[in-house]
């Protein structure tokens, strides 16, 4: 008998978004707004840091729980910019990506057969990860309530079982642009507590938020919760500080979480490369002019594109209060997929299909809109020919 893939590994759906980017990636041509990222190169400082770390000998093994010096700097980012007093030898671990520090969180806090809730639309990884830990995601859908998405607190209670072990939530969000309300926060932590649940907070985005000055970070959760609550944050350096092919995060988690996590790297990655922590350390010292310059930059791009989609016939499009994404609802792109694929091929223009973020996501497309300006006016300025004018 011929030996199989794991059941496990197969019930793991290939990315939407990845097969249409790589159909892009064998055309010429492309306006490439599918990926999450933005298109200017990291900051000349935090390069030069990082060849200064390779010359100085970062080239080694580093604790599992990464460099010291870079969890010190992290605890002093939270002190700064939210109030919040973290110890970095047990509260704070460095992972290689945000994407890893969510699969080690995950890892840690879910058991075979087990459910996790996901607050959707949403990236794809989340749902994933949880499905590669042998566990399942129960999707519950952001509802739009006018102009603006909600968290549907209803849906979340009737979808508790006794096998529910967490939450999983993303503020500001990818894809949505939604950013949760302070009062939102304070109930989902509430709705953790009394159910006996991990809440896991993605807020990978959260330096990319137009409620405040530019680079002002939307809340935190760590705001609200007590070091004992059953909570864990997952960052990265990727987005704010234009760093995604570095592959440094981290997770703030309660000590017990945050302990086992660090062990577990050990079989997973070792550690984030020693190199670029201290390239992670530079951006946390020097990065706060260059994050504010890039949201005001961000924000400019936003409004040109949700002035030229209003324009357009069939569009719906809440106003995003942060990450760099708009998400409208097309009502020619009932299958959001074939619809950007068919805008790809015959206009060269790359967006991410609304199915591809789960549950509440299908009629929808994902814009990002982290690229130079004219590149973004020429894509709207396609898309319009595909759809018309209002």
Not at 22 to 40: D, H, I, K
Not at 51 to 59: M, P, S
Not at 167 to 188: C, D, F, I, K, M
């Amino acid at each position: 008998m011929r030996p199989r893939v794991a059941s496990s590994a197969e019930a793991v759906p290939h990315s939407r978004i990845r097969e249409l980017a790589e159909l892009a990636m064998s055309m010429e041509g492309v306006l490439r707004l599918y990926f999450g990222e933005s298109n200017l190169p990291t900051p000349e400082f935090i390069q030069q840091a990082a060849v200064r770390a390779l010359r100085e000998g970062y080239t080694f093994y580093t604790e599992n729980a990464g460099l010291p010096s870079l969890r010190q700097a992290l605890a002093g980012y939270y002190r700064r910019l939210h109030g919040v007093e973290l110890d970095p030898a047990s509260e704070i671990v460095v992972t290689a990506s945000g994407v890893q520090a969510l699969c080690v969180s995950l890892r840690c806090l879910l058991d075979p057969g087990d459910e996790a809730l996901v607050l959707t639309p949403a990236w794809p990884n989340g749902s994933a990860i949880v499905a590669m830990a042998n566990a399942v995601p129960r999707q519950i859908p952001h509802p739009l309530c006018g102009d603006r998405y909600q968290i549907d607190f209803d849906a979340l209670a009737r979808a508790v079982t006794p096998r529910t072990r967490l939450v999983l939530y993303t503020s500001p969000s990818n894809p949505l642009g939604w950013v949760a309300t302070e009062e939102e926060q304070r109930r989902l932590l509430e709705f953790s507590r009394e159910r006996g649940l991990w809440l896991v907070a993605d807020e990978v985005y959260e330096r990319i938020w137009y409620g405040g000055a530019p680079g002002e970070p939307a809340p935190s959760m760590l705001r609200l919760a007590t070091r004992d609550d059953a909570l864990v944050v997952i960052q990265s350096f990727s987005k704010s500080y234009c760093m995604t092919g570095w592959r440094v995060g981290w997770l703030v988690g309660r000590r017990d979480v945050a302990r086992r996590a660090a062990q577990l790297n050990e079989f997973i990655v070792s550690h984030a490369p020693s190199f670029a922590q201290k390239a992670a350390e530079a951006a946390l010292e020097g990065g706060e002019g260059e994050i504010a310059a890039m949201v005001a930059r961000l924000k400019e791009n936003r409004d040109l594109c949700l002035e030229a989609l209003r324009r357009m016939p069939g569009v719906t499009v809440p106003v995003p209060a942060g990450a760099f994404y708009v998400f409208p609802r097309i009502a020619a792109a009932e299958d959001s997929f074939e619809f950007c694929r068919r805008l790809l091929l015959e206009k060269r223009v790359g967006l991410a299909p609304g199915v591809a973020f789960g549950a509440g996501g299908e009629g929808c497309v994902r814009i990002c809109f982290a690229v130079e300006r004219g590149i973004l006016e020429e894509a709207m300025a396609r898309l319009e020919e595909v759809l018309g004018t209002a």
